[in-house]
């Protein structure tokens, strides 16, 4: 039995999360959640789970959590401070990241500090402090699993291989909402279609990402740090139909691939259940003969700007990430709140990154530092 801990339990992985939970009940424990303001969703998982510890983002949700829940021994908390300490809550054994942004970094780290290991599907957490995260579960001798799919794709493929005979790693990517469109056709597309994943059903902020390729520039740098891989030797390829989750070629110019259908159940069940694997529970099974064709393009970094920046922010290193993430993080949440462009959210990214001093091997407090920043810059140039 393993106890979880997962952060952000009222999201897209996080309900999917609590499926894996429920499928396998002998193998499985919520003991510890967190999430944000989503109480009446909360609840609804309260009353499943019975977790011990909660967390919410704010005082307001915590007080109608404590006046919903008057007679259960639940341990409630908020703030960044409760998201701490839901993520190393006393006898967990595995923390589920599916917080969305930089707010999941500390958790990560007192996480790993305290030998938890973590399955991380919260990529910005090792995009703004890749080098921090990645030494310190180093010296923890601390796993870091992957939850994203092209990870876990990459992983499952690293299977009883040695790193190095790794030639590269093929990422794919479906292109997002707007794969069909040039770049001028991109003024002025809206919210509502960019929301429209042509194979995936996640959160706004990811789905917004994926519109603008900017989730595969994470992506990347996501996979440099969890395969301690040179962006020389990172790839990205279109696949529209994501069918094929990521490839991995190796010096005898052999190629191993992971396929499965778009259900972020697998990856989620993979990260808890390695190095075994579990039955899925109601998941469709992929038949190449119902498909028929698969599509493969090479990813056009003019047309996909994101992209191009994540690259060259993740080959400089230091703060570039940081400012990358930050400014992102800001320019989507303008997105979606229609302040502004789809078109600038790209723009926007591009200036934080210019107008950026970089500070090679960043410290903790100078990551958290540049992050603050960034965003306020960024917020002062939307208004
Ligand atoms: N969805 C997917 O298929 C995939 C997602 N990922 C990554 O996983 C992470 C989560 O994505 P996704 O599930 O789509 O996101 P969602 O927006 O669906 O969910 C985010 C979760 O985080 C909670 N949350 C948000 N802000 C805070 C905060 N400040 N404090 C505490 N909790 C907070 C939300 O709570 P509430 O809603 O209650 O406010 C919600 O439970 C992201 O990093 C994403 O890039 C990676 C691969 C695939
Ligand atoms: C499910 C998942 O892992 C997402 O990151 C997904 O890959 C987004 O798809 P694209 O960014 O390829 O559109
Ligand atoms: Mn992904």
Not at 116 to 135: D, M, P, S, W, Y
């Amino acid at each position: 039995m393993k106890n979880i801990s997962l952060l952000g339990a009222t999201g897209s992985i996080g309900i999917q999360t609590l499926d894996v939970i429920a499928s396998h009940p002998n193998e499985f424990k919520l003991v510890s959640m967190s999430f944000g303001t989503n109480y009446q969703k909360g609840i609804e998982i309260i009353n499943k789970f019975h977790p011990k510890f909660v967390s919410v983002k704010d005082k307001a949700t915590y007080d109608i959590l404590k006046d919903t829940f008057t007679k259960e021994e639940i341990s409630f908390h908020y703030g960044e401070e409760g998201l701490i300490e839901a993520a190393i809550y006393d006898g967990v054994d595995v923390l589920v990241n599916a917080v969305v942004g930089s707010v999941g970094l500390i958790p990560t780290l007192r996480a790993i500090e305290n030998n938890i290991t973590i399955a991380l599907a919260n990529k910005e957490t090792l995009v703004t402090a890749g080098h921090i995260v990645t030494e310190l579960a180093k010296k923890h001798n601390v796993s870091i699993l992957p939850v994203d799919s092209e990870h876990s794709a990459i992983f499952q493929c690293l299977q009883g291989e040695n790193e190095k005979s790794i030639e590269r790693l093929i990422v794919t990517a479906s292109g997002g909402s707007f794969r069909d469109k040039t770049r001028a056709e991109l003024e002025g597309v809206t919210v509502e279609q960019a929301l429209n994943h042509p194979n995936w059903s996640m959160g706004a902020k990811i789905t917004i990402d994926s519109a603008t390729m900017m989730n595969k520039g994470l992506e990347v740098i996501e996979a440099h740090w969890l395969f301690n891989m040179p962006y020389e030797k990172i790839d990205v390829l279109l696949h529209k139909e994501s069918i094929i989750h990521s490839l991995v070629e190796f010096q005898d110019h052999s190629i191993i691939a992971q396929l499965g259908t778009p259900d972020m159940r697998v990856p989620i069940q993979y990260a808890l259940t390695y190095p075994n694997r579990l039955p899925l529970m109601h998941g469709k099974r992929l038949d190449l003969s119902e498909i028929g064709q698969l599509h493969f393009e090479k990813a056009d970094f003019s047309r996909f700007r994101c992209l191009q920046y994540a690259y060259e922010s993740g080959k400089i290193g230091g703060t570039m990430p940081t400012v990358l993430n930050a400014a992102n993080e800001e320019a989507v949440a303008a997105f979606l709140k229609g302040k502004i462009s789809f078109l600038h959210i790209e723009n926007l990214i591009e200036t934080s990154l210019e107008k950026h001093e970089n500070i090679a091997l960043p410290s903790l407090e100078q990551i958290q530092e540049v992050d603050k920043l960034t965003r306020r810059f960024v917020q002062t140039l939307i208004s």
